[in-house]
Every structure is written in structure tokens, then in C-alpha cells.
């Protein structure tokens, strides 16, 4: 069965803290690996990711996919309390279908 | 643009009643989704479509029918409301450039009572 495993479920942290964030996945056909951020709504789009070793930045927030090793990490550095949300990790299952993980959810206090 | 649209924001059912959640998009875009997303947990797929006329089970089918007459809506319906429905859900597209991002809808939450 094809699926998407996020650790850890739940962290809180001080704002400046540098966080990472894990994903790990077994799905047939993998295409790519997507992170999204969710505040109180829909989920934003972040980053997608297709190769391995090939990190995408955006600000404070990178990302790198081992497709060896099936797996791929989301780090923030210089955390602010904006940042506050769950963070959901996504691969494509073959041609046509988003499989999630659980998300984190992460906590920044002031 | 309006992007994706879906109505009702909310909505409160009894056991037992039906309801339509509506899904409109307006990018052309072939690839429609509908998740649920219960408190805590990730989006799991319910139904989809690669087209007009073309509609596939998720991962949580039960409970539920789609229809795909127009490329712009996808309306989910629920035939009878169970406490188990009690979950936000989300419709989402995608063009046809495949494992692209998926446009996300505001979510619908609804409560079954």
C-alpha cells in the first residue's frame, strides 16, 4: 500500500530556532514530492521535488529528496511565528494521484 | 481568474440528509480532486477526474458520488449524512502537465449531527 509518513506529528519551538522537518514515502510509480504549508485554510504550494540532491530554496525555507533512501526533509532556518502551520508532505503516485502524509504540525512561539 | 471555488463554507446536516458540496474551477485545467481532511490528519483522496465524462475512486470512496459533465465542475454528493462525514473538504486541479502543484478550493466544513 502506497504511503506518506511525516515525523514528527507535532513540534513547538522559539522563534529564530532552525527546524527540519521529515518525510519518508513508499508509492509506486513515484513522478515527485511536494511540500505545502497550511495556516487556517487550503494548502499553499511550496516546493516540488524530482530529483535527488538537488535542493530548492525559497527565503528561509529548503528542501532535499533522496530517492535512494526515499525520503526528503523541509528545513527552516531563522523560524518567525508566521511560519506557525502544518507543514504536509505529498507524492505523486504514478501519473494521476497525490498521496499525503499525516503533516506536522509546528508551533513557533514568540 | 477566480482559481477554485467551492460552496458551501459550511454546513451542518443531519443523520440521514443529502447535500451537494460544489466545485468550480476556471483554468481549463483537466485534473479535479476531492479530499477530505479530518482534525490532525493529512488529505485523503475520495474521487477524482482526468477529464470531462472520466471519474475514479480514491482512498475513501464510501459514502460518496462524483460527476464530471463540464471541464469546470466537479460536485461531490453525499447521499446519506453519516457522523463519520464530519470532516473539511477540499477540491483541487490540476492541468495537464502531470505531478505539477494542485490549485487548492477554500474547503467546505461540515458537520454531521
Known amino acids: 500500500e502506497d504511503k506518506v509518513v511525516q515525523s514528527p506529528l507535532s513540534l513547538v519551538v522559539h522563534e529564530g530556532d532552525t527546524v527540519t522537518l521529515n518525510c519518508s514515502y513508499e508509492?509506486?510509480?513515484?513522478?515527485?514530492l511536494l511540500w505545502y504549508k497550511q495556516e487556517k485554510k487550503a494548502p499553499t504550494f511550496l516546493f516540488m521535488l524530482?530529483?535527488?540532491?538537488i535542493e530548492k530554496k525559497s527565503g528561509r525555507l529548503s528542501s532535499i529528496l533522496d530517492k535512494k533512501e526515499l525520503f526528503s526533509i523541509l528545513n527552516i532556518t531563522a523560524t518567525q511565528t508566521g511560519d506557525s502551520a502544518i507543514y504536509l508532505c505529498?507524492?505523486?503516485?504514478?501519473?494521476?494521484?497525490?498521496?499525503f502524509g499525516q503533516g506536522t504540525r509546528l508551533t513557533i512561539n514568540p | 481568474n477566480a482559481g477554485v471555488t467551492q460552496t458551501p463554507k459550511f454546513r451542518i446536516l443531519k443523520i440521514g440528509q443529502s447535500m451537494t458540496l460544489q466545485c468550480t474551477q476556471d483554468?481549463?485545467?483537466?485534473?479535479m480532486y476531492w479530499y477530505r481532511q479530518d482534525p490532525g490528519m493529512g488529505l485523503k483522496l475520495i474521487y477524482y477526474?482526468?477529464?470531462?465524462?472520466?471519474?475514479d475512486k480514491g482512498e475513501v470512496p464510501n459514502g460518496y458520488n462524483v460527476s464530471r459533465s463540464t471541464t469546470e465542475d466537479f460536485p461531490l454528493r453525499l447521499e446519506l449524512a453519516a457522523p463519520s462525514q464530519t470532516s473539511v473538504y477540499f477540491c483541487?486541479?490540476?492541468?495537464?502537465?502531470?505531478?505539477?502543484?494542485?490549485?487548492f478550493g477554500p474547503g467546505t466544513r461540515l458537520t454531521v449531527l
Open positions: 508509492v509506486t510509480n513515484f513522478r515527485s
Open positions: 477526474s482526468v477529464g470531462a465524462g472520466i471519474t
Open positions: 505529498a507524492v505523486w503516485q504514478g501519473a494521476q494521484k497525490l498521496v
Open positions: 483554468m481549463n485545467h483537466n485534473y
Open positions: 483541487a486541479s490540476m492541468g495537464w502537465k502531470l505531478s505539477n502543484e494542485q490549485f
Open positions: 524530482t530529483s535527488s540532491g
